[in-house]
């Protein structure tokens, strides 16, 4: 138990990794997202080859797993840019939106109920989102691309809750990559055409960090969250990815000193965000021990 949660917070920091990378990295950010989806379906593949676990599918479900990869992919893409137009700390506090959309599409997707507690305690996040985007002009149009990723990283997340009961960890990653791979070549040339940039070949620098961003921050990340599924459940694992912006945000300050950047009215939106997160994580702990509860009396 105890290997697991390691593996779990180890899982929580490399997540927090994924936006220091955007900066940190010099491509655009429509070239970021395709190496990043080229390089771990290589990756996952070779994995694969060599351990012989290729798991058999129909091409119906290949399609599937194909067509959330390349939601995926568009979240990435949309996300980089939010990061590359504003700074790191913008770009993940709008992916905290991601609970508000989330809140929204998945009664419409799945056919449930809608949750009004859902729908108010995600409404926290968007009022901090709104102090946010005032602050200054110069970040708005990182953060109305960073709405637009938290609505592609909630489509990404009610389509991908389908898929991930009935196949492998591996398997799903590697068509999901294929499709991503797919959807940002398609978009590509239209892409360049509007943000034409000077090389489509990263330096030895940048395909360094690209490497680290694809296989650990990819790949390992999400094998490390299936292996501590095994031993930890995904109410657990789900409550923890929570404070991933957090982290993020005390990574931009202490490797890019952000805070010098950020005005005071920033500073109460991420209140007003993360008391949202506080609140839906005891919602959620709560509906989780009233469950148990009730299944354990019968």
């Keep these: 138990m105890k290997k697991a949660y390691i593996q779990l917070h180890l899982a929580l920091v490399l997540a927090g990794f994924t936006g220091i990378f955007g900066r940190l990295i010099t491509l655009n950010e429509g070239l970021i997202s395709w190496y990043r989806t080229f390089i771990s379906a290589v990756f996952i593949l070779i994995i694969l080859t060599l351990t012989g676990k290729f798991q058999k599918i129909t091409l119906s479900e290949k399609i599937k797993m194909g067509a959330a990869g390349a939601i995926l992919g568009f979240h990435w893409l949309f996300f980089y840019g939010s990061i590359k137009y504003s700074n790191i700390s913008v770009g993940v506090v709008c992916f905290a939106l991601t609970s508000f959309f989330n809140a929204l599409f998945e009664p419409a997707i799945n056919k449930k109920k809608l949750s009004i507690q859902e729908l108010l305690l995600s409404g926290l996040t968007l009022c901090g989102i709104a102090l946010i985007f005032g602050m200054d002009i110069s970040f708005r149009t990182g953060i109305i691309l960073g709405i637009i990723s938290s609505i592609f990283s909630a489509l990404y997340t009610v389509y991908n809750e389908r898929l991930a ?134």
């Design 165 to 298: 009961g009935n196949y492998r960890g591996e398997t799903i990653i590697l068509y999901q990559m294929i499709g991503g791979v797919i959807a940002l070549t398609l978009i590509m040339p239209l892409f360049l055409y509007f943000t034409p940039t000077t090389s489509l070949l990263p330096s030895l620098h940048d395909f360094g960090w690209l490497l680290v961003l694809a296989i650990l921050c990819t790949v390992v990340m999400y094998l490390l969250i299936i292996n501590a599924l095994k031993h930890i459940s995904s109410f657990t694992v789900s409550l923890t990815f929570n404070l991933e912006p957090l982290y993020t945000i005390l990574l931009a300050i202490v490797i890019y000193k952000e805070n010098k950047v950020l005005s005071t009215s920033f500073y109460i939106g991420l209140f007003l965000i993360l008391t949202s997160l506080g609140l839906q994580m005891c919602r959620v702990w709560y509906m989780h021990k009233n469950k148990q509860l009730t299944t354990v009396s019968h």
